[in-house]
Nanobody
Framework: QVQLVESGGGLVQAGGSLRLSCAAS????????MGWFRQAPGKEREFVAA????????IYADSVKGRFTISRDNAKNTVYLQMNNLKPEDTAVYYC????????????????????WGQGTQVTVSS
């Protein structure tokens, strides 16, 4: 089973940038699509971005499109989320997760399709 550990969160001013990392254990990491989700206090977990196993295809939530970039390095067993032009509404705990559905067979944005969640990393954007 793949274990995931997120890092890179922190406090940043609006307009700033952060890069989140998600390190995976296990030799099967490169076989799976990966996703990032976030959850703000009192709100449901929401989809942020997903990337295919090869890194050749990506999907973004409308709220982050053009500001966030998901990428992966299969040689390092790591997936990244580059977040630019951050807004206070981006404040949340960010989670990475392994997509259990083959790429192209779902919307890749439904939390129920993802397994092996990380523990999360806090991102706080001040105004």
């Amino acid at each position: 089973q793949v274990q995931l550990v997120e890092s890179g969160g922190g406090l940043v001013q609006a307009g700033g940038s952060l890069r989140l990392s998600c390190a995976a254990s296990g030799r099967t990491f490169s076989m799976y699509a990966m996703g990032w989700f976030r959850q703000a206090p009192g709100k449901e977990r929401e989809f942020v971005a997903a990337i295919s196993w090869s890194g050749g295809s990506t999907i973004y939530a409308d709220s982050v499109k053009g500001r966030f970039t998901i990428s992966r390095d299969n040689a390092k067993n790591t997936v990244y989320l580059q977040m630019n032009n951050l807004k206070p509404e981006d404040t949340a705990v960010y989670y990475c997760a392994l997509d259990t559905v083959p790429w192209g067979k779902s919307s890749h944005s439904y939390p129920g399709d993802f397994g092996s969640w990380g523990q999360g990393t806090q991102v706080t954007v001040s105004s």
